[in-house]
């Protein structure tokens, strides 16, 4: 954590980190002295890369790819997450706070290459050091397309404030399950939250994604739903919950690309990928309850998606 107290950060913010409740554990840990929440974020800005993404949902990537803002730690510790390498508590301290300054030097030099988006991904817990971004991506005068790709473990009033400065949501939709969150993610009440925490950003965009001429969304809301391997009738029960609590026209990405965590993480995850007969039920039940809009992963993506972070680019071979 640089000293003294960054001045990126208003009074109200530096609030919020003197006794950390801007997620749903409510640690109440001073981060302003140090990273001891659940998250593992000091409030400092700890980030692993600021990259040109070509994700997995073309309407985020566009033609050319998003500026990804990677931020270390992570509130929720799923056991099964893909990230870990970046998502475990001890990440934010193995990643040294960076300026202001340095942050946005990296986002001007990829958007001056013509990228047209700004993605904060995993923002949940460094919501004050986002904010800061967008005020200081503000002052430069560009006006990128802002994405904010969330577990959504996350209270709804947070998702409140986000109005008018976030311009496409790209939330997971995790379990609707108290059990199985319970079980995987050690937060029992994430269904309830995330359930309110996508109403709201449904209540802000609606259904409808709009895109500019080649495709880029550049406003709306994409659900992300990964499918767990043992678990589709509860992929399932999501999928209902968004037909009949949003709309079957919300774009959804359903994802298949589970794989085995290859790292220690301290809660349960499945241990295989998934297989053929299982995901086809799923993406039958996505199509029969009139999903129309969004996209459906190959089986086949489990072995495309898996980042490695020690990389330059943690989701290209050979950079
Ligand atoms: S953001 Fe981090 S420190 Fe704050 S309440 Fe959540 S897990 Fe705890």
Request: net charge negative.
């Amino acid at each position: 954590m640089p000293e003294p107290i960054p001045g990126w950060y208003t009074a109200e913010e530096i609030g919020w980190l003197r006794a950390c409740r801007l997620c749903p554990r409510e640690c109440g840990a001073d981060r302003l002295a140090g990273g001891e929440g659940i998250c593992g974020t000091d409030a400092g800005i700890h980030i692993s890369s600021i990259c040109i993404h070509r994700g997995e949902e073309p309407a985020i990537s566009g033609k050319h790819g998003i500026c990804n803002i990677f931020f270390t730690g992570c509130n929720l510790q799923c056991g099964f997450c893909q990230n870990y390498q970046i998502s475990n508590p001890r990440a934010s301290a193995e990643h040294p706070a960076l300026s202001m300054e340095g942050v946005m030097e990296s986002i001007l030099r990829i958007l001056d290459r013509g990228i047209h988006g700004v993605g904060f991904v995993s923002p949940s817990h460094v919501y004050p050091q986002v904010m800061a971004i967008l005020r200081a991506l503000e002052k430069t005068g560009k006006k990128p397309v802002t994405v904010w790709n969330t577990n959504a473990y996350e209270h709804p009033e947070s998702i409140a404030r986000l109005e008018g400065k976030i311009s496409v949501y790209l939330p997971d939709l995790k379990y609707v399950t108290p059990e199985l969150a319970a079980k995987y993610s050690g937060a029992r009440d994430y269904p309830e939250v995330a359930c309110a925490v996508v109403k709201e950003m449904y209540r802000q965009k609606g259904s409808t994604l709009q895109t500019d001429e080649a495709g880029q969304a550049v406003s709306g809301m994409i659900i992300r739903h990964l499918v767990l391997p043992g678990h589709a009738d509860e992929s399932i029960r999501v999928l209902e919950y968004i037909a009949s609590h949003l709309s079957p026209r919300v774009a959804i990405s359903l994802m298949s690309q589970y794989y085995p965590p290859g790292f220690p993480t301290g809660r349960p995850a499945p241990g295989r990928t998934l297989y053929r007969e299982e995901y086809a039920r799923v993406v039958d039940a996505f199509h029969s309850m009139g999903f129309g809009k969004g996209w459906v992963q190959d089986l086949e993506s489990t072995g495309y998606y898996r980042p490695d972070f020690d990389r330059g680019h943690p989701f290209e071979t050979g950079s």
